[in-house]
């Protein structure tokens, strides 16, 4: 493949990147720093267990949202509160995860990453001990509520996080395994949920509060802000702690970084002492009490930030502009959709004729989907990262964005494929193996569809990580609580074979907007440039 031109426009396109240097060396994008308080430069012992934890409440909120159908039918036999009360709650159990991943947005670029995860803990409290004591059919709507809030942490917080830690030719890798802790909550949450409801269905909020408790704890004292100030030009690549700045090189001055790069004015003597200052105070190593404080005000905070979080969450609500976070959110939400018809035939039609499952059997169908989420998290995850690297070498050394979208083509077989032979064998009372593979074949959809839509966003808009997340959380949860009221009469009235054709094709339909993204991806990204810079310059003004 022809060498690309690195001209002046497309080095400033967000998205396109020189990852390999002339030297086949893997350039480090960002450009490491030489601040003990970077995140990247982390040992990797601290790395390992601050994204141990982020990874471990991404697992552990997403079973908890998924748990409580597992006191289903005991809820109806016990108090009356039927299946369609259940799903009125499980709506707002997705509406209260989105819409509260986009107002919480804000907190975490004014007040640091900390405080998001330490709200999100103190909702799952709430929610688990108001699910324990459910006795009307309020109680089972509106506790969700509170849970469906706490997961809003694992929606975009837990990526930027990551991120945080690892370099983006990493991203595949780690969004693999933020969607590998995803999957493994989603499926098993439900499975130790069932065995929890075989003798106390109660319990399943006791031991979530419990657990809730303990982890609040660890996270207080355990989990560290990963907040860095990149704005500040310090030494990258030497040994010394500030690197000689040139008379001709443009500086980000503390009183002018909220400007775009061009419009930053020549450096002064004045300029050359604050820049020291700062990275005096910047790179200052914190001590361990600055690191766990509940709040790190940003750097550009003005008084309480209550007009800041106003604007920042107007111009996040703005990002639906932008086509690559509508593709994104389009990927994740469908299998989040999906999951809502697959997960309701098996509590809705294997406890009966001709299976008689138990409990506890249905709870092991989430086995096989676990088993393909596995699989699709590792070729959506770590082989992306080696393909995005192996097409960058054909092109000279320069990444494009759009290169992992490739990677979904597959899905695009696969996943229909599931869901319809689910379906079909399911309507047709079919035992092991057929309704299981085709359970299998939804887990790696679920696995890699995610996966590789997030990753071709945080890579098409590399500095817009928590924003774009926020507004992948609001399409995917949006699409989930559509269909969790729609699951149910669309099947009532279509029949369980003909609705999982219908949403094969469907899946098979929106896996299909990839080809466009592949083709039009870059030009999209050309086009949204300069909306991209003007919410950097606001964002961060």
Known sequence: MATVAETDTERDLPGTIRLITEDEDIKLVPEPTVSPNDPLNWSPLRKAWHASLVLYITAFTAATSNDSGAGGEAMVKNLGISYGVQNTGAGVLFIAIGYWTLLGSPLTTLYGRRIMYLLCLIWSFIGAIWYANIETKQDAIWNQLFVGASESCAEAVAQLSLSELFYQHQRGTVLGLYILATSIGTFLGPLVAGYIAATAWRWIGWATGIITGIT???FYFGLEETVFDRTVLVGTQT????RAIDSSEKVTDPETSHLPVELHPAPEASTNNRLESALEARDRPRTYLERIRPITPASNLIGTGFKQYLTRLWHTIKLFYFPAVVFAGLQWGAQD??????????????????WYYTDAEVAIMNIPTLIGAVIGCVYGGW??????????????????AEDRLWL????GLVNPAGLMLFGITSAKGYSWPLPYVGLGFIGFGWGCAGDLGMAYLMDAYPEMVLEGMVGVAVINNSLACVFTFCVSLWIDASGLQNTFIAIGVLSFAIHLLTFPMIYWGKKSRRWTKEAYREFLYIRDG
Request: no cysteine; charged share 25%.
């Open 408 to 411: 979904l083509l597959p899905s």
């Open 383 to 400: 082989y992306s990262d080696r393909f995005v690297r192996w097409m960058a070498k054909r092109r000279g050394g320069v990444s494009e």
């Open 239 to 242: 040994n010394t702690h500030h």
């Open 216 to 218: 609040f704890i660890v």
């Open 337 to 354: 959709a999906w999951l809502s018809f697959y997960l309701t035939v098996e509590e809705d039609n294997w406890y009966d004729a001709p």
